[in-house]
């Protein structure tokens, strides 16, 4: 009863999500629409505007010009019949037929002049009017259209603080100009009141969709809810049959890129190999002391330590293998190998989403290299501010470099080694790690000296070559950690 209850529950909130999602997706869609198709049915209507006022104002001049009259000063014949034609011109839009001199852009004529003569007080000629992105006055607007072998002047021009549309011709060999002014409120209002019914009937359509969708996903959801749980038992049961497979191809191309790294170092040897032994034993020894430590954590950290130097990656040759002692450019740039190994694990798991063994690896790639005193690198973290992964692989991986031998310095021998690694106990290296080393230092010491056979005596008998300055600037740079 509980889970079917659950059921419905789950159910009931996929509907409400669903139907939220589809209305949310509609109407977004629907404002999209509606706001594009308003600026597009806006910019037809004022070129219908402007069309209309062209052919308007070419009809008055036809009119005028027909019988020769070439005087319209106020007071003329002219006159009269030029404010006839503005009071009985009907312009769309809610527009007016204006007229004005040419010399000076003074009012002649407009089609409320008798009611209200302080129209008379308008200069239209001398405000700007914007089209195409220049900003003349009207009256040099009309110069450059009849130099242009243009026969109307059109743009926008604020009068009275209201915008209008302006469209304004030049009557031949008189001195006046015929204007049209269109409210580019009413144009753009036009637009509104045209598109408004048509967003009634999508909002209709809407929540028809809606509906009809609700009903059909209730339909489908009662049909296949069965089917849907026994697919996802197969589904579980055939994830576990895959978990071993992709545990082990995880592993497969964590060798790789470790591998890839390690390549790049032709003096590392087996290294990677060597540190995940080196890790499993003190983490191994600590584990005595440490619950958390279990023994799936140890074998994770044993595959993570073998990323803690994939940031060598980016670091160039001429710094990575150089036999000399690097400059300081040099080794601020061999540091950058934590940072870029942190970035690069960082990368993956962002892509691969929250992964407990990928922030292992980003936490030892990151902060190998802190010195339990805090004089280490990148953070200078101390103490237990470093993340225990990290404080581990630190040891094992300076006690590799130090029984390494590599161009610039011979191998130093295990109680060498350990006598210098005690001699940082509580300064570079966590206490707790150095002392689980002496406790298991034996193990270390045979993985060692496996490598070089009965060299490794050699090593023992000869130990004042480990105080030449060549191998002591080595064993410097070992403990800067680079």
Known sequence: NLAALMRIKRRELLLILLVASQFGCIALGLVWGASWLHKWLAQSFELRALAEAH???QQVAVRLTRDGTKNFEPGTAGWERLQSLCERTTVPYDGHLWALRRDTGA??????LHEDPSLLRYSLGRLPIVSS?????????????EANDEEIASGTIIVDGA???ASAVSLPGTNTVLLILQPYAHIAQAATDFIAPLEQIGWIFSFGVVGATTVLTVVL???YEDTLAQSNAELERKVQRRTQSLLSTRNA????LA???????KDTGEHLGRIRSYVTILAGELARSHKEITHQYVAELAIASSLHDVGKVGIPDSVLLKPSRLTAAERRAMQLHTQLGAECLASIQKQLGDDDFLELAREIAYSHHEHWDG??????????QIPLPARIVALADVYDALTSARPYKRPMSHAAAREWIASRYGSQFDPEVVEAFIGREAEFRRISEARFGSAASECDDSESTADSPANEEAIAAIAAGI
């Open 253 to 256: 191309v964590i060798f790789a």
């Open 55 to 57: 052919a308007t104002t």
């Open 133 to 145: 992105g220049r900003a003349p006055t009207l009256l040099e607007a009309i110069n450059d259209a």
């Open 163 to 165: 915008l209008q549309l």
């Open 221 to 223: 959801i009662n049909r």
């Open 259 to 265: 591998k890839l790294a390690e390549s790049r170092d």
């Open 107 to 112: 009012l002649i004529c407009h089609p409320n």
């Open 375 to 384: 004089s280490g690198y990148p953070c200078g973290l101390q103490g237990r």
